[in-house]
């Protein structure tokens, strides 16, 4: 029989400061999972959503006191989406992965996985860091950049980030910063320096704010998209972001991309800072997406053995999570 053999809370340093305009982080600590039958273990990972009120304590504490079926689909039903039912649900397909001795994708019906070509986040900070972040980001063979905003300012942060990387693709994270701007007017003057996207413009349940913005450039929901429920109401947005922690697992996530694509939403797949044991899952919800941003294991201090890796510019898997091994 499946039990729940551990929750954790463990912490993790960031590389230098995480920045944006809801705050900066130099720590991220994370849930880790555990689940065990007959010998084998699962683990899975979850960092909590801190903007709704998660803690990594809240959520290692919620893992301890469930005592409902430990079944992927059951929990959709019995557990509440966020990080610790991300934690657990990993957890499960890694378990029953080592259990079959087949790997995660095949267990869910996927291609091999491919090596995928990951945004490297410019944290939010004055032009000129920016831009030198850029630059230094574009050195290590990032080719898509995505650069946190504030609302104020912006049009000078990536007309510098433009100038530290000329070649690379751009997109914008606002964390709900442009909520009192003109939107459209906004996304032209950044479509100008060439930015492909702009996330979450809007606060999180003022997403009729965009009703008849005609913006040159995708938005796309964040905040705004955590399940397949959130749908119906994203109509004004041309793309979600799609992230574990957020969706409450890969189960999830998995059935939210499928749907979002055929509602004839673009997916772009994200991730909270987390390490490489957190962000695997994603990278299979990401095969096929329109934008990738998995960097949360590369902008830590450092990460887990077998994690992620960064060749030629592109994210490759790792060994630690779903292997069948």
């Not at 410019?122 to 990032?142: C, H, K, Q, T, V």
């Not at 003022?206 to 995708?218: C, D």
Request: charge should be negative; proline fraction near 4%.
């Amino acid at each position: 029989m499946i039990r729940i053999a551990s929750a954790t809370v463990e912490r993790w340093p960031v590389a230098g400061a995480f920045i944006i305009s809801r705050g900066a982080k130099t720590v991220v600590d994370v849930v880790v999972c555990t689940v065990e039958e007959d010998g084998l273990v699962g683990r899975g990972e979850g960092t909590a959503i801190y903007y709704e009120g998660e803690s990594a304590e809240n959520c290692a504490a919620a893992l301890r006191a469930y005592d409902g079926p430990l079944d992927r689909h059951v929990l959709l039903e019995t557990m509440s989406r966020g990080a610790a039912r991300n934690a657990l649900d990993c957890a499960l397909w890694d378990l029953e992965a080592k259990r079959t001795a087949t790997p995660v994708w095949k267990l869910a019906g996927l291609a091999p996985p491919a090596p995928l070509v990951t945004a490297f986040t410019i944290s939010l900070n004055d032009p000129d860091r920016m831009e030198a972040d850029a630059r230094a980001a574009a050195a290590r063979g990032f080719s898509l950049l995505k650069c946190k905003l504030t609302g104020e300012g912006d049009r000078a942060r990536i007309a510098a980030v433009r100038s530290g990387a000329p070649s690379a693709r751009l997109i914008v994270d606002a964390n709900e910063s442009w909520h009192r701007l003109d939107i459209a007017v906004e996304a032209r003057a950044l479509a100008e320096l060439g930015v492909e996207l702009v996330e979450q413009p809007v606060l999180h349940g003022q997403e009729s704010r965009l009703s008849g913005v005609h913006a040159p450039l995708p938005l796309c929901a964040d905040e705004s998209c955590h399940t397949r429920a959130d749908l119906d109401r994203l109509g004004d947005f041309d793309a979600v972001n799609i992230k574990l922690d957020k969706a409450g697992g890969l189960t999830e996530a998995l059935a939210l991309a499928t749907e979002a694509r055929a509602r004839g939403f673009r997916i772009m797949v994200g991730c909270m800072l987390g390490t490489s044991l957190g962000i695997a899952p994603a990278t299979l919800v990401a095969q096929g997406a329109d934008w990738v941003d998995l960097d949360g294991a590369l902008l830590l201090a450092e990460d887990r053995e077998g994690g992620l890796a960064v060749k030629d510019g592109l994210l490759h898997p790792g060994t630690l999570w779903g292997t069948g091994q």
